[in-house]
């Protein structure tokens, strides 16, 4: 059975950074593409950003701004999301997904398994 759980949410003030980590388990990491996602409140769900096994990344926003980064580590099996400079416009739920090929797509589409989320807030 495969489980993604993301972490490292929480409340920050603007300007600060936090690290969100996503673990999977069920699945052979390194054959999954992993990318990250936010829904804001009152919004649709957006792709932000894709790695692949060869840490190739994917950007699903064309004004990431520098303050995102992604990366993996294939033997922990777990997906990071540093994020810097943090913005109250960044305030969403964080949802990382895998994705059954080795590369990222052109879109944000083809990742059938989702974790629950982390929140982020950022306060002003």
């Known amino acids: 059975q495969v489980q993604v759980a993301e972490s490292g949410g929480g409340l920050v003030q603007a300007g600060g950074s936090l690290r969100l980590s996503c673990t999977a388990s069920?699945?052979?990491?390194?054959?999954?593409?992993m990318g990250w996602f936010r829904q804001a409140p009152g919004k649709e769900r957006e792709g932000l950003l894709c790695i692949n096994w060869t840490d190739g990344i994917t950007y699903y926003v064309a004004s990431m701004d520098g303050r995102f980064t992604i990366s993996r580590d294939n033997a922990k099996k777990t997906l990071y999301l540093k994020i810097n400079s943090l913005k109250p416009e960044d305030t969403a739920m964080y949802y990382c997904?895998?994705?059954?090929?080795?590369?990222?797509?052109?879109?944000?589409?083809?990742?059938?398994?989702w974790g629950q989320g982390t929140q982020v807030t950022v306060s002003s």
């Open positions: 997904a895998a994705r059954p090929y080795a590369n990222c797509g052109a879109s944000s589409t083809g990742f059938n398994y």
């Open positions: 069920g699945l052979t990491f390194g054959d999954y593409a």
